[in-house]
């Protein structure tokens, strides 16, 4: 299950955990127009942990999930290339 609230300078996505035993914290997604950061409570300090990505590696990581293993470098222009 998600939320999606839209706010002054950023829309916030939150990704709620649901149907396994152990669940996980909640992961608060914050896009704003030049990054990305990804928030979540570590359950072992209580303690709120923060990721940023910036636009590029948001682009980066949405083309690395239709991807077998490599190593590849997005072109603008076109689609992925292997090196």
Request: proline content about 4%; some cysteine.
């Amino acid at each position: 299950m998600f939320t999606i609230e839209h706010e002054f300078d950023s829309t916030v996505v939150t990704l709620i955990d649901e149907g396994s035993e152990r669940l996980n914290e909640d992961v608060i997604i914050n896009a704003f127009e030049e990054c990305v950061t990804l928030e979540q409570v570590d359950p072992r300090t209580d303690q709120v942990v923060t990721v940023t990505l910036s636009i590029s590696q948001l682009t980066d990581l949405a083309a690395a999930l239709d991807l077998p293993e490599g190593v590849y470098r997005l072109r603008r222009d076109t689609a992925p290339a292997a090196e």
